[in-house]
């Protein structure tokens, strides 16, 4: 029984801590509060409050060359574009909601993969929409929006993709508008802003959205999901990309700003509520043309992890009118694999070791390992490793997760534990930190309790496999000490990064929930709520639709 519009536009008001205001009434809270849709209205034609681009009809062939039919009729929800521009209202719980999780879950992702009867290429293609439930005294409001980046907008406006995205690159129409995009290509002008990847909250409550261009860093409102601004850098430390994972803390936030002219990494520092970056050190490149690809990076308490993969960025690539097989990107075998070390304090490098190659996009954590005395004696790092299989890449292609014929073609990935000895030795390890068949070979969409960011830690909570699959379909929740998994799986189901959040005032690292947005089987969505020690479920809130698979997430607690 969906909730009327008045019941849920109170519900609405009261959980997501904003003063509401009765249908039809004028004045109200000081942001203009959308007409909440009564739930069931999303099942329907809803009044649009932005006409989102039409939905392709399902099984019309894609304009783009023949490229046969996607989105057939049985094509998972998790794979279709969000169905409208946004909506809010309260969620059917079903279990019991813990009464301490008080406060706003934010998922970002790429959940609009077509414009018209077009249909992008790839997930990391998608214009970003953020989803947020917000829970309070057991009960649920659920949200969702899409980010009014300029290329969302531009799309919206001119029917067509207009800036560079991971794949998708505008057609040029005419002679003229092919010599201006050459133009824009070297100012980095044409690359995207789409925010679809990060969400974070930082020191200063600020909530970020990110992806891997600068330009993409956007200032979202957590509880109206309003595309507030643009993230201004006051700096002079440029950077086309950057890391769509910095290390975000109370007091600080830790980017990497990779260097494709001189091949290196810039590695700079932010202190809470500044827009300055600050340099503090920089990592020159040990082997091939450009940067190992940085999409995320691990710290520890005293040092910053900076990786050089042989998966690296290709200038060319990135100007590019049509894909190459890695996209934006080249394997460079030859070219070796490095793992260097920075002190925090000074920017000197302690550490630049050769390890066995590697292709990850997610580390998980890091920490200082000590002897007796406690010195430092290397540093672990680890990270969803893909077994240095670029072909990840294309598992993630939409065709290729809209069109699984049961045959397990997912790539296998394990947790890759690094070790980099501080000794001056030149080469580091890198082994599975244990058994991948415990989580079923897949890894990858991974969370720590953020108490133990950059510290020694005992779990982590991310996406793993149940095959034959095509992509990471369970949860699981890794013990490094005792080397084993607890996995939770819906036949069918797509589960995005389970989040940890805390239990307030926990003192056990996994005394807390795991929260996952889970697009089902039956074209549902749902979000799933799992006690982080049992790793079983305990209450799930219910979208009244299915919702597109996304990626990464943020906690922001009510008090603050
Ligand atoms: C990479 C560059 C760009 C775009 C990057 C974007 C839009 C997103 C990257 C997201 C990633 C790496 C997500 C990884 C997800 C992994 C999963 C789900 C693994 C599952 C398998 O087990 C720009 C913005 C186009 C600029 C150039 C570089
Ligand atoms: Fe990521």
Known sequence: MSPTISSSLCT???????????????????????????????????????????????????????????????????????????????????????????????????????????????????????????FRDGRAVGAHRQIESEAYKAARRHGKVCYREFSEVPKPDSFKS???????????????????????????????????????????????????????????????????????????????????????????????????RQFVGRVDCRGGPAPGWVHSFPVTENYVVVPEMPLRYCAANLLRAEPTPLYKFQWHLESGSYMHVMCKASGKIVASVEVPPFVTFHFINAYEEKDEEGRVTAIIADCCEHNADTSILDNLRLHNLRAFTGEDVLTDARVG?????????????????????????????????????????????ACGARRPCNFPNTLTKIDLVEKTAKNWHEEGAVPSEPYFVARPGAVEEDDGVAISMVSAKDGSGYALVLDAKSFKEIARAKFPYGLPYGLHCCWVPRDK
């Open 12 to 134: 609405v008001a009261a959980l997501s801590g904003r003063p509401g205001r009765r249908a039809g009434q004028p004045g109200g809270n000081k942001r203009a509060v959308a007409q909440p849709l009564a739930a069931a209205a999303v099942t329907e034609a809803p009044p649009a409050v932005i006409a989102p681009p039409p939905r392709p009809v399902i099984g019309a062939p894609r304009r783009r060359g023949g490229r046969g039919v996607d989105g057939g009729p049985d094509e998972l929800v998790a794979w279709k574009s969000i169905r409208q521009e946004r909506w809010e209202g309260a969620l059917e719980v079903e279990g019991k909601l813990p009464t301490w999780l008080d406060g706003t879950y934010l998922r970002n992702g790429p959940g609009l993969w077509d414009l018209g009867d077009y249909g992008f290429r790839h997930l990391f293609d998608g214009y970003a929409t953020l989803v947020r439930v917000s």
């Open 417 to 461: 534990r690094f070790r980099i000895p501080l000794d001056g030795s030149p080469f580091g390890e890198l082994e599975a930190a244990l058994d991948p068949e415990e989580h079923g070979r897949g890894m990858d969409m991974c969370s720590i309790n953020p108490a133990h960011l950059g510290k020694e830690y005992r779990y982590a909570y």
């Open 178 to 276: 092919f010599v201006g995009q050459l133009a824009s290509l070297f100012s980095g002008n044409s690359l995207t802003d789409n925010s679809n990847t990060g969400v974070v909250r930082l020191g200063d409550g600020r909530v970020l959205c990110l992806t891997e261009t600068v330009k993409g860093s956007i200032v979202v409102d957590p509880d109206t999901l309003d595309t507030v601004s643009k993230f201004e850098y006051e700096d002079k430390l440029g950077g086309l990309i950057h890391s769509a994972h910095p290390i975000v803390t109370d007091t600080e936030f830790w980017t990497l700003i990779p260097d494709l002219i001189r091949p290196g990494y810039v590695v700079a520092r932010m202190d809470a509520g500044s827009n300055e």
